[in-house]
């Protein structure tokens, strides 16, 4: 089974820096989707940006982009100009493109706050 | 769109009743996730439908628990009885096919006392 770790609880950044999340994988496959999700205080979980495992290019959304690097299994978020509607918690996400079904595999979270 | 819906949005019941969440799926999509969130152990999954047939449902905590999609367009996910325990905020979540990204409904916070 394929596993998500998030491995820091917590991240602070200051408005208009840049703070980089950790998220680390578990898998035996070679084709998979890799997500971030962020979930603010509403409780609504967004979808804030996609990798696939095939594309060498890593993902960028705006101020939004990841580190993906597939040999060693992390796949990074870099929230750049922070601003203080980032402040969520951020959920690394795993699913798996081979045959069959799949299903989301989420980490445990970090909360990131930011402040003025 | 409007998006996956969830309801209710909050759910405040007595140990021992019944509790039955609902969820539509956004249109066209052929996936449908069940999710329960808690502070101790994050986002876990219960149940996941494929073309309105559960595939797996291994994460269904006990018997107490059971989830249906009698159609593309709901699905319910109904707890008796409910125990405590069973506090948390439930979601579902739909997707188009199986090698995309999950749409989150709004979640139901379900408190038993």
């Known amino acids: 089974a394929q596993t998500v770790t998030q491995s820091q609880p917590e991240m602070s950044v200051q408005e208009a820096e840049t703070v980089t999340l950790s998220c680390t994988y578990d898998?035996?496959?070679?084709?998979?989707?890799l997500f971030w999700y962020k979930q603010p205080p509403s409780r609504q979980m967004i979808l804030v940006i996609r990798?696939?495992?095939?594309?060498?290019q890593n993902a960028t959304e705006n101020r939004f982009s990841v580190n993906f690097q597939k040999a060693a299994k992390s796949f990074s978020l870099k929230i750049s100009d922070s601003q203080l509607g980032d402040a969520a918690m951020y959920f690394c996400?795993?699913?798996?493109?081979?045959?069959?079904?799949?299903?989301?595999?989420f980490g445990k979270g970090t909360m990131l706050l930011v402040s003025p | 769109d409007a998006g996956v819906i969830q309801s209710p949005r909050h759910e405040v019941t007595e140990m021992g009743q019944e509790v039955t969440l609902r969820c539509k799926p956004i249109?066209?999509?052929?996936?449908l996730f069940w999710y329960r969130q808690t502070m101790m152990r994050g986002l876990e999954l219960l149940i996941y439908?494929?073309?309105?047939?559960?595939?797996?449902d291994s994460g269904m905590p006990e018997d107490r628990f059971s989830a249906k999609m009698p159609n593309a367009s709901f699905s319910t996910l109904k707890i008796q009885p409910s125990e405590p325990r069973d506090s948390a905020v439930y979601f579902c979540?739909?997707?188009?096919?199986?090698?995309?990204?999950?749409?989150f409904g709004q979640g139901t916070r379900l408190t038993v006392v």
């Open positions: 979540a739909s997707s188009l096919g199986r090698l995309t990204e999950a749409f």
């Open positions: 249109s066209g999509h052929n996936s």
């Open positions: 898998t035996s496959e070679s084709d998979y989707y």
């Open positions: 996400a795993y699913r798996s493109a081979g045959s069959g079904y799949s299903t989301l595999t």
């Open positions: 990798q696939e495992a095939y594309k060498q």
């Open positions: 439908f494929n073309n309105n047939v559960p595939i797996d």
